[in-house]
């Protein structure tokens, strides 16, 4: 069997436990728990005046009610800001249990505990919130207009303002820059709200140990020491009392970064105060109006460029919705405006943007966190210097990239972890030929006049990206083996499909030179491993990938120092093959991992026979000499950590081929292709298999998925019957080709690959829809009914 796993195609190890039912998902644990319920804002802007819960006393099995006036302290302080910038002057986050205002329908205003989901819910329902209504802001247009505030000490509605010039080589600012180009072009984008819709909602459920003041949590979280973090200082507790684990998660795609929500210090809290296990899941409808949306901006563009294509200059002013609150800071629209450029090189570059507060469901990351709307403006933008120039949209692009010879690139700006935007490595023109020959691009005119002749109405679109991946500060691993060969893997951030059980195993299993079915990988679980980030902006493999292969190394080391004593060899003279140590060119000179593993502790001798053979082959008695030698640490085990200089930045480009209906306006997506840099692939499967999901999430973006607000701040579609997502029916067969040019900036040289799939959608498909019917597109999704108000605008 082979042990050099890295860059295998190796089936996912967790989804025979997963596809069969035997996942632990948040709901499945604790059934026996006390369960909360929510009374939510049902307005979108309305002062609280009275609170009654008179008729909910009644309720068989009802253990209590909570308002904020009920929350100690720490609880009755609003929520932390997790990323604060010196631009968000006015940032604002939730109170755990509205505290006077509500701003946005679904906010949470009453907890309610009962012995079930059902019992809660009915109290719930009886609970009678008397409301002031105030003046929903909805909309950026309304927003800005500043006429009624959404927080009352905002003026204008304006959380964060920011602008970043880059200048031109001659110091030239962009608007200079732009007004001097021999072309300029100038227009709006209009990108619509939608969100992380896991299969599994959020959750919490936890459990109080009165003896020992400890608190276990469980959480369908993407980040479960941040979590553990946050609730140990909400809750007062000592950080070594408080345990998070993230069970099986079903999904998370953002949503579940932030932390803490407000049911994740509830329920805790309510545990501990009540001495009983308590649990609460999120339903599909708190979903919609309760957790976080994204997307949402308006887009101004100027851009000046020469005959050849060339950009000048390019001025990019945005306007973010951010709904109610920022608890995530201004990341997304800092994203947006800093990843915008992509794969080219702009002249001079001037971005500027605000974030404005309504009164809808706040906006956290969601998949590609801001990059699909910078991608949108900027792939629009090379779309319609090609249609102006009247040259080919690919040769735009061509004339813009930055060359290979260019790297390391710096973009001049600052990357959202405040460090300077640096490309480490790439191929743009070479992605380029591969993407052109996957699709078939300089042969679509002819097939395009083919489907005409046939009465058929076919077109072409392409998009590029660049993506920073694998953002610090740092995450680790713990790797042991322990006398049974078995070889514990752990690292503390979390899994929400992504196969981490999978490639870790194949990073520890190449290392170390043992068999993957020895190998077995925890994630996300705080008694196993403390420290960490967590999993989000497409860093796991990056982070953790090259930390437990840092730790393996270590383990690799000590195993061979250990073994060499045993052989009586040197340990440059010794190799791990299928889980034995042995010397180089004398495969019968070998030791087991095992025994090493035995050899590293020999006190266990006692207890294990596995021990008893190893000391007897080295001829050692256990009680005669040190359990381990000066300068050594007890057991085969190692721990490290891996902490970036800066980000990495994977690369890709997608084309897609789309029919439109003459009569329905129906838009159908024929081919779909993809390629892809992110470093060296672990495993080229998972790779696909996320460019797979994220494509899939992008064609919803593209196509179907809009939040719909009315002017009274209702989301008029929240359910799945109205919100559209794609089915399998939706998404076409993705053709995907890799290209492999590893960061150097990690031992591995890895790029991230999580977010990649669902960047460029939807400019691809906006681009494609674009060339068959001959309009201009300027908004996503654009679903039939926005294609056939385009034909009949253009006549
Ligand atoms: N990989 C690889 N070789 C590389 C890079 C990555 O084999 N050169 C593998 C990784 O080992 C990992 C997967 O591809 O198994 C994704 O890796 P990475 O890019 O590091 O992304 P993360 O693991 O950090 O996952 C986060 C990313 C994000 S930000 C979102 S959002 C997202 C996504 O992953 N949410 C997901 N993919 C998701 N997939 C599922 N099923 N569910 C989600 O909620």
């Not at 304006?158 to 880059?166: D, P, R, S």
């Not at 995530?328 to 080219?344: D, F, K, R």
């Not at 079915?517 to 090259?546: C, E, H, I, L, Q």
């Not at 009274?712 to 029916?729: E, K, R």
């Amino acid at each position: 069997m082979t042990t050099r796993l890295f860059g295998e195609r190796v089936q996912r190890r967790e989804d025979g436990r997963l596809v069969t039912g035997q996942g632990r998902y948040l709901d499945d644990l604790g059934r026996d728990a006390l369960a909360a319920a929510f009374v939510r804002s049902p307005h979108a802007h309305a002062r609280i005046r009275d609170i009654d819960v008179s008729a909910a006393l009644d309720v068989d099995g009802l253990v209590a009610i909570y308002t904020w006036e009920d929350l100690p302290e720490r609880v009755r302080d609003p929520l932390p800001l997790l990323i604060p910038h010196p631009a968000l002057t006015h940032g604002r986050t939730a109170y755990c249990l509205a505290r006077d205002v509500v701003r946005h329908v679904g906010e949470p205003v009453v907890m309610v505990v009962a012995t079930d989901r059902y019992l809660a819910e009915d109290a719930a329902a009886l609970i009678e919130v008397e409301y002031e209504f105030l003046k929903p802001v909805v909309g950026i247009e309304e927003a800005v207009q500043g006429v009624h505030l959404v927080h009352e000490d905002v003026p204008g509605n304006v959380g964060a303002h920011l602008v970043q010039e880059v200048p031109d080589a001659t110091g030239r600012g962009a608007r200079d820059a732009v007004d001097a180009a021999p072309h300029v072009l100038e227009f709006r984008l209009d990108i619509e709200r939608s969100a992380s819709m896991p299969l599994e909602g959020r959750g919490v459920y936890a459990r109080w140990d009165p003896d020992d003041r400890s608190l276990r949590v469980y959480s369908s979280t993407q980040t479960s020491t941040s979590v553990r973090m946050a609730l140990a200082a909400k809750l007062g507790l000592p950080l070594p009392s408080v345990e998070v684990i993230a069970p099986d998660v079903g999904g998370g795609f953002g949503v579940k970064i932030v932390h803490p929500w407000p049911e994740e210090v509830l329920v805790p809290w309510a545990a501990m105060l009540l001495g009983r296990e308590v649990k609460w899941a999120e339903d599909r409808r708190e979903h919609f109006v309760s957790s976080a949306h994204e997307r949402a901006q308006v887009q101004h563009v100027r851009v000046g460029f020469d005959d050849e294509g060339r950009l000048h200059g390019l001025d990019v002013t945005i306007q973010h919705d951010h709904g109610a609150y920022t608890p995530y800071g201004i990341i997304v629209p800092i994203i947006t405006a800093t990843q915008l450029l992509g794969p080219y090189r702009v002249g001079a570059y001037r971005v500027e943007f605000s974030s404005i507060y309504t009164n809808t469901v706040q906006v956290t990351p969601y998949r590609g966190a801001g990059r699909p709307q910078g991608v949108f403006c900027m792939e629009r933008t090379m779309d319609r210097i090609a249609a102006h120039l009247g040259m080919d949209r690919t040769a735009v692009r061509a004339a813009n990239f930055i060359q290979p010879d260019q790297f390391p690139y710096d973009q001049g700006l600052m990357f959202q972890d405040g460090r300077p935007l640096i490309y480490d490595s790439g191929d743009y023109p070479e992605s380029l030929r591969m993407l052109k020959e996957l699709i078939g691009w300089d042969a679509f005119p002819a097939e395009k006049e083919r489907a005409a002749a046939e009465g058929r109405t076919i077109g072409i679109g392409i998009g590029c990206y660049v993506e920073g991946t694998g953002v610090g500060p740092y995450e680790g691993g713990h790797v042991q083996v322990t006398s049974d060969g078995r070889v514990h893997v752990s690292t503390g951030l979390t899994s929400q499909g992504q196969g981490h059980e999978t490639v870790f195993a194949q990073i520890a299993a190449t290392e170390l030179g043992v068999p993957i079915d020895r190998v077995s990988v925890v994630t996300g679980d705080t008694r196993r491993f403390g420290y960490a980030v967590g999993t989000f902006a497409s860093r796991a493999a990056v982070m953790s990938g090259n930390a437990i292969a840092l730790a393996c190394r270590k383990v690799r080391d000590k195993a061979l120092r250990i073994a060499a004593d045993a052989l009586e060899a040197d340990p440059r003279d010794l190799e791990i093959v299928d889980g034995d140590v042995r010397v180089v060119g004398n495969p019968g000179a070998a030791v087991p991992l095992a025994t090493v593993a035995v050899l590293s502790n020999p006190l266990r001798y006692a207890f294990d026979e596995e021990a008893k053979r190893a000391t007897q082959f080295t001829g050692t008695a256990s009680m005669d000499r040190p359990p381990v030698d000066e300068g050594e640490e007890p057991g085969l085990e190692g721990r490290d950590y891996y902490s970036p200089v800066r980000s990495t930045f994977a690369s890709g480009m997608h084309a897609a081929v789309v029919e439109t209906d003459p009569g329905t306006a129906e838009i159908r997506i024929l081919r779909y292709a993809v390629v892809h840099d992110c470093g060296k692939l672990i495993n080229p499967m998972i790779v696909e298999g996320q460019i797979h999901g994220g494509v899939a999430q992008g064609v919803g973006g593209a196509l179907y998925e809009r939040m719909v607000y009315d002017g009274h701040g209702q989301l008029l579609n929240a359910s799945f019957m109205d919100f559209l997502m794609p089915y399998a029916t939706e998404v076409p067969r993705i053709e995907t080709a890799h290209l492999e040019t590893p960061s150097p900036l990690n031992p591995l040289g890895i790029k991230g690959a999580g977010e990649a799939g669902v960047i460029p959608v939807s400019a691809v498909v906006a681009a494609a829809v674009e060339d068959a019917e001959g309009i201009t597109i300027s908004r996503m999704p654009i679903s039939p009914s926005d294609l056939y108000d385009l034909r009949r605008a253009a006549g």
